[in-house]
């Protein structure tokens, strides 16, 4: 009897914690796994959006349409008239939504640019993605964004 004892015994002393991603904020959460394996994944979004004030400025500027880039890469692209009273959510419909796979780091950023029709660039910076996150990038209208100074 307590060779049996012994026996299962060692069987359980030999168990190993089950593996896996365990932050929430990864896209590859294992609920499941008892210790970090360090292979989570992150990804983010970001959404750009501008009010009326920007849409009109821009109409009156001439732009027509923009063109978005994050990192030099089209992200999307909108008419210079669709605007927003308020910041919409990331993927909502008529939005600039951009989605990044961050690879295993919480936060990257990223060089992003606005140009219209004619390649006029109105805005450019660097915007924060976090992980499991919507970022809102409003881009509000200035004198300085205009091609030709108006007074």
Do not use: R
């Not at 609920?31 to 292979?39: F, I, K, L, P």
């Not at 923009?66 to 669709?82: F, H, K, R």
């Not at 600039?96 to 295993?104: A, I, Q, R």
């Amino acid at each position: 009897m307590l060779m049996v004892l012994t026996t299962i015994s060692g069987l359980n002393s030999g168990c190993a914690k089950k593996k896996g991603c365990t932050d929430p904020d990864s896209i590859n959460y294992n609920a499941d796994a008892e210790e970090d394996d360090g292979t989570c994944k992150y990804e983010g979004q970001v959404v750009f959006w501008f009010d009326q004030t920007t849409a009109q400025g821009l109409l009156n500027d001439g732009a027509i349409s923009l063109t978005y880039y994050v990192n030099g890469q089209i992200i999307g692209s909108s008419a210079s008239n669709l605007y927003w009273t308020g910041a919409p959510t990331c993927g909502q419909d008529g939005s600039v939504t951009y989605t990044k796979d961050l690879g295993s780091f919480k936060t990257q950023s990223y060089n992003f640019s606005v140009k219209d029709q004619t390649n006029w660039e109105y805005w450019n910076g660097v915007i924060n993605i976090n992980a499991n996150f919507c970022t809102k990038m409003k881009l509000s209208w200035t004198k300085s964004s205009q091609k030709k100074c108006k007074d």
